[in-house]
């Protein structure tokens, strides 16, 4: 796999990426590929939703209560019946299936930035 463009430091600056707990997940039934359905709590930025295709690693039980990253500022997008609010960042197994997520590995505050 090669490696993306360069980009510069101000590019980063326009992610704004946030610390969140996961405190309901559902079955996404309308979705193409298997996802689950997200509420994430991100402290004083309030409860945003987001569609994550990690059900290949992580059963629903597992992911509540699960801190979180994720970048906060994209524009909401449809999809089928359900709008994301957010995009929870995980990196992809060898198949390009599988998605790990990323989180803090010791407990910190909903909504605090990466920096």
Same mark, same amino acid.
């Given at each position: 796999?090669? %490696? ?5 430091? &101000?590019?980063?600056?326009? +992610?704004?990426? #946030? ?5 309901? /997940? ?5 979705? #193409?590929?298997?996802? *689950? =359905?997200?509420? %994430?709590?991100? @402290? !004083?930025? @309030?409860?945003?939703?987001? &569609?994550? =295709? %990690?059900?290949?690693? *992580? ?7 699960? $801190?979180?990253? &994720? ?6 997008? =449809? %999809? ?6 957010? +995009?929870?960042?995980?990196? *992809? @197994?060898?198949?390009?299936? !599988? /998605? ?12 605090? $930035?990466? @920096?």
């Amino acid at each position: 796999m090669s %490696i993306k463009p360069e980009i510069s430091w &101000a590019d980063f600056e326009k +992610l704004d990426i #946030r610390s969140g707990t996961i405190i309901s /997940v559902n079955d996404f039934e309308k979705a #193409r590929n298997p996802s *689950y =359905q997200l509420e %994430i709590d991100f @402290g !004083d930025l @309030g409860i945003r939703k987001s &569609a994550a =295709q %990690i059900t290949s690693l *992580y059963s629903k039980e597992d992911l509540v209560g699960k $801190q979180i990253l &994720a970048v906060v500022n994209f524009p909401k997008k =449809q %999809i089928a019946n359900f709008f994301s609010e957010c +995009l929870v960042l995980g990196v *992809y @197994g060898e198949n390009h299936k !599988d /998605v790990t997520l990323l989180s803090p590995s010791l407990p910190v505050k909903n909504g605090l $930035q990466v @920096g």
